[in-house]
């Protein structure tokens, strides 16, 4: 399988909710980081996983946290919403950061 | 804290133009440098990647160059398309930290007139 798939590609919370994102990786690229996209703005740094473990983490508070199954998938998990959440949210994986990441196509989170 | 820096953040030419667009990071302990192109609400897609011992990669159209000492990078585009519209993103490659693996600019949002 080639390309990294995230689902859903859209959707409406509203504040206080909880979320889950899925990305589904390339066979291999056993690393995968998740970056969050304010409009106009480039992407910011939530997380990385690496063979199922959390091995980076940006500037985000806990209620942001994440899985990576065997199988290359992973998730982002938002708890308590936030307006400010809104965002495209990516995830992008790589077998190996010297020959750079592939990005899925995003989740846009509308936060109201 | 590495930044990176593009500059313009906009730009608007007619067809046919060739173009450069610009980008500038702080600290030059890069690994490599990947730009990427995104479409309006979507995701990336992977236009060049450079190693940090390269000096330029291409690809059709596209050239992009590094020149790390100095901490620029500048990307090519040849005879450009209306179809080439679009946010113009360029990342460098680090090892690890708060800030991940891979530290972006702001974009340049390039617009080309038929």
């Known amino acids: 399988e080639t390309g990294v798939t995230q689902s859903p590609t859209h959707l409406i919370k509203t504040r206080g909710q909880q979320v889950t994102l899925r990305c589904s990786s390339q066979s291999g690229h056993n690393t995968v980081s998740w970056y969050q996209q304010a409009l106009g703005q480039g992407p910011q740094f939530i997380f990385q996983y690496y063979r199922e473990e959390e091995n980076g983490r940006g500037n985000f508070p806990p209620r942001f946290s994440g899985l990576q199954f065997p199988n290359y998938s992973s998730e982002l998990n938002v708890n308590a919403l936030e307006l400010d959440d809104s965002a495209l949210y990516l995830c992008?994986?790589?077998?190996?950061?010297?020959?750079?990441?592939?990005f899925g196509s995003g989740t846009r989170l509308t936060v109201v | 804290k590495q930044e990176v820096t593009q500059i313009p953040a906009a730009l608007s030419v007619p067809e046919g133009e060739n173009l450069v667009l610009n980008c500038s990071f702080t600290?030059?302990?890069?690994?490599?440098l990947q730009w990427f192109r995104q479409d309006p609400g979507k995701g990336l897609t992977s236009l060049l990647l450079i190693q940090s011992s390269q000096r330029e990669q291409t690809s059709g159209r596209l050239n992009a160059s590094l020149d790390k000492s100095s901490g620029r990078s500048t990307l090519y585009i040849a005879a450009s398309q209306p179809g080439d519209s679009a946010t113009y993103l360029c990342?460098?490659?680090?090892?690890?930290?708060?800030?991940?693996?891979?530290?972006f600019g702001k974009g340049t949002k390039l617009s080309v007139k038929p």
């Open positions: 990342a460098v490659g680090v090892y690890g930290g708060s800030q991940g693996n891979l530290i």
């Open positions: 992008a994986s790589t077998m190996d950061s010297n020959w750079g990441y592939t």
């Open positions: 600290d030059s302990a890069i690994y490599n």
